[in-house]
């Protein structure tokens, strides 16, 4: 969305208005640190932050792989899981969970089907569509491209909340911005 940086707020205030909320009833902020479009990572947690600060109540993080493998139902049908999630570039965004921690990645979708197992297999994410194709032979592997919604990422936060498990703020990027310098 262009212009996320001027109409995030005013809609923050707009929805709780809609349900009849002052925002001085916040007791906790939860946001996603990335990876995303680095403008719109960069409003989220600046939200975020700015909310913790005037309100005086926590904030609790989570990356985007985090958050949607932790939404997903049924993760014993699976010994891998693979969360991916679309950069709107060539590459995606991936991370896989299986019996060992994964670090993320940039891949294409080629490079993420060839990853692909025998064992059971998700592919989950707003990516899973463009990877499908190239897993369409694999009878062991399972598309589900629905994102979460934001419930669940509170959800995910009440918890983490009471065993007292906050995430740092910091930026989640796996790639720079896409910038260019001015030319002098």
Avoid: H
């Avoid at 923050?12 to 902020?29: F, G, R, T």
């Amino acid at each position: 969305m262009r212009g996320q940086d001027a109409k995030a707020l005013p809609l923050i205030i707009e929805a709780l208005q809609e349900i009849n909320i002052d925002i001085k009833d916040i007791d906790l902020i939860s946001t996603t640190l990335g990876p995303g479009s680095f403008t719109g990572v960069r409003v989220g947690l600046s939200l975020g932050r700015g909310f913790r600060l005037a309100l005086g109540v926590p904030l609790i993080t989570l990356n985007c792989f985090d958050w949607i493998f932790e939404t997903v139902r049924e993760k014993q049908k699976y010994e891998e899981i693979y969360v991916i999630l679309n950069s709107q570039r060539e590459e995606l965004f991936c991370k896989k969970y299986a019996s060992e921690e994964q670090e993320p990645k940039l891949l294409t979708a080629s490079e993420v089907a060839a990853l692909i197992t025998s064992n059971p297999t998700l592919i989950t994410g707003d990516g899973a569509i463009l990877v499908q194709d190239f897993v369409a032979n694999k009878l062991n592997v399972t598309i589900n491209p629905e994102m979460p919604k934001a419930d669940t990422l509170i959800e995910i936060a009440l918890k983490n909340l009471k065993t007292g498990c906050y995430n740092n703020d910091e930026p989640f990027y796996l790639r720079s911005p896409d910038i260019t310098q001015p030319k002098q």
